[in-house]
């Protein structure tokens, strides 16, 4: 049996495992490959990472978790976790179950898109969901916001910061009368028809169709997602989720069963940053440190 068994080698568990494994507490890290930032080309926003590729950011975590015996990486998806008799039994898909003292969960967000025919061609390319993330390179240009989203209004208000040049697109969904005033006193048209399709090269977004053939000239934009846990293992558990959707957690990742941690963005949704999820596992590795000692002492 081992001390700990993260599941997801995103920052969230990479900052984790090397908290841990510094911590001389024998860590198991899990990973399917399958993180949501895939899509994109560059990651910023984290200082001395900024304009990393998430796939070589990933790499460069592992490289560094490689010099601590403590800490083993597993390319492996896994399908359960059960408790029992307070030790956690994961079972990957190969068949094998590992045992551990304490488990974290850092399995991260799924999104799910508008639906827009071939949105997925754009999506990482020139349509970003996060302006914190991508807005810089954005800035200035003539930029669509697709959101069937209610919030999409908050998302039009944000970027305004970055571009004045916006129109809001809602796929289909009535805006409120209000909204409508708003974005006429604001000067951003907004189109309620659903969209017909996206036009562009490699990805790159030249214009947005509407079904009367109108083209809308953009050259990049942000959509509104709907974001789920990309696991099920805090539901299986019996975990508490708060109104977000989120893994309810303590300051330092403990959630509502003993000994089962969760951090990053499967732990509070938003604002989803890498620094913040790295931030994040860092405290949820700290936490069981502080448990274990606790514990080792009763
Ligand atoms: C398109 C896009 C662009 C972004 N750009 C930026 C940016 O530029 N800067 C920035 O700061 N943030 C950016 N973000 C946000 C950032 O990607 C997230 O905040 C961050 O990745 C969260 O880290 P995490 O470790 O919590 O989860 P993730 O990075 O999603 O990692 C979770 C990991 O868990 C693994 N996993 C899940 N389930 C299982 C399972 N059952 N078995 C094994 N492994 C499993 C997944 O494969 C994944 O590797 C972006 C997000 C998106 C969607």
Same mark, same amino acid.
Request: hydrophobic residues 40%.
């Given at each position: ?8 080698? =995103? ?6 495992a ?13 990973? +399917? ?9 560059? !990651? ?8 990393t ?6 790499q ?5 978790l ?8 597993k390319?492996?998806h896994?399908? #359960? ?12 898909v ?28 754009y999506?990482g390319?020139?349509? @970003?969901?996060?302006? @914190? ?20 209004t908050?998302?039009?208000q ?11 697109f ?9 909204l ?9 048209? @907004?189109?309620?028809?659903?969209? !017909? ?29 709907q974001?789920?846990q990309?696991? +099920? ?27 089962? @941690?969760a951090?990053?963005?499967? #732990? ?16 949820a590795?700290i =936490?069981?440190?502080?448990?274990m000692?606790?514990?080792?002492? !009763?």
């Amino acid at each position: 049996m081992v001390d700990v068994i993260i599941i997801g080698a =995103g920052p969230a568990g990479l900052n984790a495992a090397l908290v841990l494994g510094r911590s001389r507490k024998s860590t198991i890290i899990f990973d +399917d490959d399958r993180p949501r930032n895939a899509v994109t080309q560059e !990651s910023h926003g984290f200082i001395t990472r900024d304009g990393t590729s998430p796939k070589e950011f990933r790499q460069l975590g592992r490289q560094e978790l490689k010099q601590y015996p403590t800490i083993t990486i597993k390319n492996e998806h896994i399908q #359960s976790v059960q408790k029992m008799d307070n030790v956690f039994h994961v079972t990957s898909v190969t068949g094998v179950t590992y045992r551990s003292k304490k488990v974290i969960l850092a399995t991260g967000l799924k999104d799910v898109l508008p639906s827009v025919p071939k949105i997925q061609e754009y999506y990482g390319r020139s349509l @970003f969901v996060c302006p @914190f993330c991508d807005g810089w390179e954005l800035r200035d240009q003539p930029l669509a916001i697709i959101s069937e989203e209610p919030s999409s209004t908050h998302m039009v208000q944000m970027l305004f910061n970055w571009s004045r040049d916006l129109a809001l697109f809602t796929n289909g969904r009535p805006l409120k009368p209000e909204l409508k005033e708003e974005m006429q006193r604001k000067g951003i048209p @907004f189109y309620e028809q659903i969209i !017909s399709e996206l036009k562009g090269i490699h990805g790159q977004l030249e214009a947005v169709i509407l079904p009367d053939g109108t083209a809308v000239k953009r050259s990049g934009g942000f959509i509104g997602v709907q974001q789920k846990q990309a696991s +099920d293992f805090a539901q299986q558990l019996g975990c508490q989720m708060n109104e977000m959707g989120a893994i309810q957690t303590d300051d330092f990742g403990r959630t509502t069963i003993s000994g089962l @941690f969760a951090c990053g963005d499967t #732990s509070y949704i938003a604002p989803s940053q890498l620094i913040i999820a790295a931030a994040d596992g860092s405290k949820a590795a700290i =936490g069981i440190v502080a448990d274990m000692l606790v514990e080792s002492d !009763s």
